[in-house]
């Protein structure tokens, strides 16, 4: 994800918005290849809403934020009886490489984005958070950058809103 031109100005512009936290998943220490799940659990208890932001890579979120799921999202503190996480907001803040009209059922990739995004709502159903609808970034390379930044712009306001 540190390739991301896309996600290292929306990331950038996230961060300056109160209350918002920002954790670059390239940047937090791994033991191995693992996550320290207490620290990131940490994270995520102080949070009302936790925001996934990616690049979407073959219809996933990158490797690397699939281990951060693997290794955080413990039985003994995201379900079975502990439900930690439960009532907080999951927000998929995800950016395409496919255009909006290709992501239909008889287009080139389809599913919706949404349809792609099931494993994260399985997720959020099985944790009990709340599934906001995912904001969708469509062919972030393919813009300008003035209709990119104005995108970037407006995902921010509405980041912002779920702050007050
Ligand atoms: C390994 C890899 C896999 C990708 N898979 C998809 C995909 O499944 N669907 C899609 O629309 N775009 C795909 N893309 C394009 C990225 O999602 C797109 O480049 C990114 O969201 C735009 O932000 P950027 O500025 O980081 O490139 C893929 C890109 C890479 C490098």
Redesign the pocket.
């Known amino acids: 994800m540190q390739?991301?031109?896309?996600?290292q100005h929306l990331s950038a512009k996230l961060a300056e918005i109160p209350g918002v936290t920002v954790r670059h998943i390239d940047q937090i220490p791994h033991e191995g290849m693992h996550f320290d799940a207490k620290v990131e659990q940490a994270f995520w208890d102080q949070a009302d809403t936790i925001v996934l932001e990616f690049?979407?890579?073959?219809?996933h979120g990158p490797s690397s934020l699939k281990q951060y799921l693997d290794d955080i999202l413990t039985t003994d503190w995201a379900f079975e009886g502990a439900h930690k996480i439960a009532g907080k907001n999951l927000l998929i803040l995800t950016?395409?490489?496919?255009l909006e009209s290709e992501y239909q059922k008889d287009g080139d990739?389809g599913f919706t984005v949404s349809e792609v995004l099931t494993p994260f709502k399985a997720t959020a159903h099985i944790t009990k958070m709340n599934y906001l609808p995912e904001i969708v970034i469509y062919a972030?390379?393919l813009q300008d950058e003035t209709e990119l930044q104005n995108q970037l712009a407006k995902v921010c306001e509405q980041i912002a809103k779920l702050t007050n």
């Open positions: 390739y991301s031109f896309t996600h690049p979407l890579y073959w219809y950016t395409t490489g496919g990739h972030a390379k």
